[in-house]
């Protein structure tokens, strides 16, 4: 008998009230927060398609469920409301097109930050004292959680200062590390006591306990990520939010970034995901939220969810397996890395049997060790990584796996970064290392070279026909050889000598990215060709002036520096130079030079031009538009409504434009 949408309506909606509780107040979740995701999506669906079906009780229009009965209640004085989430990058820039769309013509900041998997909550402070701790609860009433948040270490009881907010709500997550779970099971099992699955799990659980002592044991922490209701903070936007309520003596969430367009948050959210494995809690996506609390404020929320946030997601997996093997390979920079081997687990319907333990200091700090039961993480486009060791599994003193001296595969003596946690080849004519440079130097994101695969690149490498990027344009002078490799027929030799001969025109900022300069990425690469446009005004830049590029640090100047002035770098820079590979940007003819060496900052509500408009007439006229006001900033174009921009710049005395100046300027 089929099923009507009035029925499925109502079996989704009992099933989402279920798993709500089961979250929310019992801590004791049946499903993966991909799986609710899906149940919620297809019930939104039904709903839209079918309007005269919603109810008012319906999950779709409410945030969460009741408290804990066992705890007191109180209600919150601004409604704590969840986020709207998604998996897709799509989605995202949908977001954020419908948020430019609602702020017409001004400018705003995008934050990136972690979203923590613990257990959210609500501080209250009033004249500095810790006055009330709250669950999220049903998101208007919370259950009082007072007696557990005062145990936490990262909770002060009194606010740091005399000049405090008279009223301070601050909303954030509690969690438990990965390190604390893996010794708080290991003394569970000496008690013969139950193990707990996970930190969520026992951060949630824990703070609804009635007995204090019990939290105080279990070592949870918390990040602050959100203002509630306030009186007196100073802060006009998130990231000065964050700063504010770090020197009150809070915890800030880390890892907080902000960026003058969506694109470049984004980009900058791709590099955070890389970096999870060096955390040692649970994160289960990013945040992207809108800096201005004032835009905040006219952006407003749905009946559920702010319109000035989103969270982006991704789904994860987790395994438990056998650790049987620790290897090393080299990478292109010449960073060793150690690899597990595991027993073979499947996670997200695929076997896997590797996993990256990234540098030698995470294999210290996580205490991986050959013959341990391990936890595997595969979240997303996420490499497999090792999430922690069960370490009350452990049943005998296994060795530390100690990390080899010298290369694995040409036997150089190994070396470690200064100051830093990689371990390196420091022979740049390794055959690991050549190998993998070229596969870089080919990939999609470099110079884009049709046809050179992996394999292919092995046979060149290893058959000793390509040693150096310029090999490989030498490689049409060599054409027999070629037809001599293993599965290369004349159309296959072909296309790829046609797409080696096009990657020439790909120009300087593919080229930087293409040769694998330490730090030097794709974004880096764009920002030095846009600035210097060719490899000549690069190679004459000292490290000062590199560094005075916008988004340029002092780490990242000097290894630009040090490619380009070492005997490697300028070998390589010559012969490709030689061999006719562009090495200047495409950048559009200027108007005029009446701007030149000048940063520009626009910011406000302007009536004559668009802020795209005015920022390519800044660079036509050979200045430098920038997205923040500093010491080095020559003038703000300031428009109606102007706000921390403009203060800051006349703070600092840089000068303050109209649009009619500016055009008086440029003319």
Not at 77 to 88: F, Q, V
Not at 409 to 437: F, H, M, S, W
């Amino acid at each position: 008998m089929a099923v009507t949408v009035e029925q499925r309506i109502a079996e989704l909606r009992e099933q989402l009230r279920l798993h709500d509780r089961l979250y929310y107040v019992e801590a004791a979740p049946q499903i993966s927060d991909t799986a609710y995701d899906r149940l919620m999506n297809e019930l939104k669906e039904l709903e839209r398609e079918h309007p005269n079906l919603i109810t008012a009780d319906s999950p779709t229009q409410r945030v969460g469920e009741q408290p804990a009965d066992y705890l007191p209640e109180a209600a919150h004085r601004l409604p704590m409301l969840s986020i709207e989430n998604t998996y897709s990058i799509e989605e995202v820039k949908k977001w954020s097109d419908r948020t430019i769309k609602a702020l017409p013509d001004e400018a705003i900041e995008w934050v990136v930050e972690l979203k923590i998997d613990g257990a959210a909550v609500s501080l209250v402070y009033e004249d500095g004292v810790l006055v009330q701790g709250l669950t999220r609860g049903d998101g208007t009433t919370g259950s009082d959680i007072t007696h557990n948040v005062r145990t936490i270490g990262d909770v002060p009881l009194r606010l740091i200062g005399d000049d405090v907010p008279s009223v301070l709500e601050v909303r954030g997550e509690i969690f438990m590390t990965n390190s604390t779970l893996v010794a708080l099971n290991q003394g569970r099992q000496d008690k013969g006591e139950s193990l707990f699955a996970n930190p969520r799990n026992v951060a949630s659980g824990t703070i609804t306990m009635l007995d204090p002592r019990i939290c105080a044991e279990r070592g949870l922490r918390m990040f602050c990520h959100g203002a509630g209701y306030c009186e007196g903070i100073k802060a006009a936007n998130y990231i000065d939010f964050l700063h504010e309520i770090g020197g009150y003596g809070l915890r800030p969430t880390p890892h907080v970034a902000a960026f003058p367009t969506i694109d470049a948050a984004m980009e900058h959210a791709e590099s955070v995901i890389e970096q999870l494995h060096e955390l040692d809690f649970e994160v289960d996506g990013l945040v992207i939220k809108v800096n201005s609390f004032e835009q905040r404020d006219r952006l407003g929320s749905t009946s559920k969810s702010p319109r000035w946030v989103i969270a982006y997601k991704w789904e994860k997996w987790e395994a438990t397996t056998r650790l049987n093997e620790i290897t090393v390979q080299v990478g292109k920079t010449g960073a060793i890395t150690p690899v597990a081997n595991l027993e073979p687990v499947e996670l997200d319907r695929t076997i896997v049997s590797r996993a990256s333990l990234h540098n030698a200091d995470e294999v210290r700090r996580k205490d991986v060790r050959v013959g341990d039961v391990v936890v595997v993480e595969k979240a997303g486009r996420i490499i497999p990584h090792i999430v922690r060791v069960e370490k009350h599994e452990r049943k005998s003193d296994l060795p530390a796996f100690e990390f080899p001296t010298h290369c694995p595969v040409c036997e150089t003596e190994l070396v470690q970064d200064e100051g830093g946690v990689y371990i390196r080849c420091p022979n740049l004519a390794c055959p690991a290392q050549v190998k993998e440079r070229i596969r870089y130097f080919a990939s999609r994101k470099a110079m884009d070279i049709e046809g050179l695969g992996d394999k292919l690149v092995d046979q060149l490498v290893s058959g000793g026909l390509v040693v150096t990027y310029g090999d490989l344009y030498r490689l049409k002078d060599r054409r027999e050889e070629l037809l001599a490799l293993e599965r290369m027929g004349e159309k296959s030799a072909d296309n790829l000598l046609q797409g080696i001969a096009a990657s020439r025109e790909r120009g300087l900022a593919r080229l930087l990215s293409a040769l694998s300069i330490r730090h030097v990425g794709t974004t880096v690469a764009s920002v030095l060709a846009t600035h210097f446009g060719f490899i000549d005004a690069l190679e004459a830049a000292s490290i000062e002036e590199l560094t005075d590029v916008n988004e340029i640090g002092g780490i990242i100047a000097e290894s630009v520096f040090n490619f380009l002035h070492g005997d490697y770098g300028k070998s390589i820079v010559e012969d490709l130079r030689s061999l006719g590979v562009k090495m200047e940007a495409d950048r559009p003819l200027l108007a005029s030079d009446s701007l030149a060496g000048k940063t520009f900052v626009v910011t406000g509500t302007l009536v004559k031009f668009t802020r795209e408009e005015i920022q390519d007439l800044i660079r036509q006229h050979g200045g430098k538009a920038s997205s923040s006001v500093s010491a080095k900033t020559d003038y703000v174009v300031a428009g109606e409504q102007a706000g921390s921009k403009l203060a800051k710049a006349e703070k600092l005395g840089v000068k303050v434009l109209t649009e009619d100046q500016f055009e008086a300027l440029i003319q």
